[in-house]
């Protein structure tokens, strides 16, 4: 069954720095393609940022390139993202998917509040 549960999110002040985790389990991690989406409120759910499998691949929603990194341990089977020079309009809850035989599997979502 697969698993994904995403860590990291909390309270920041802008400028900021946070890194959020998502442990994945019930599948063969380092064969698919991971993304992160957030949702703000009121918003509909966004892409952010995507990897490929290898890690050799990544792509970024315009507003967070060159503030946010997507990486991957395919070893431990965790994906991560750094999120650096955070701003008010990056409040949101984020969520790891990924998608295997035409479904999609997403976590639960970890909430980032961005405020003096």
């Known amino acids: 069954q697969v698993h994904l549960v995403e860590s990291g999110g909390g309270l920041v002040q802008p400028g900021g720095s946070l890194r959020l985790s998502c442990a994945a389990s019930g599948f063969t991690f380092r064969g698919y393609a991971m993304y992160w989406y957030r949702q703000a409120p009121g918003k509909e759910r966004e892409w952010v940022a995507s990897?490929?499998?290898?890690?050799?691949?990544?792509n970024y929603l315009d507003s967070v390139r060159g503030r946010f990194t997507i990486s991957r341990d395919n070893v431990n089977n965790i994906l991560y993202l750094q999120m650096n020079s955070l701003k008010p309009e990056d409040t949101a809850v984020y969520y790891c998917?990924?998608?295997?035989?035409?479904?999609?599997?997403w976590g639960q979502g970890t909430l980032v509040t961005v405020s003096a």
């Open positions: 990897i490929t499998s290898g890690g050799a691949t990544t």
């Open positions: 998917k990924t998608g295997i035989s035409r479904s999609e599997f």
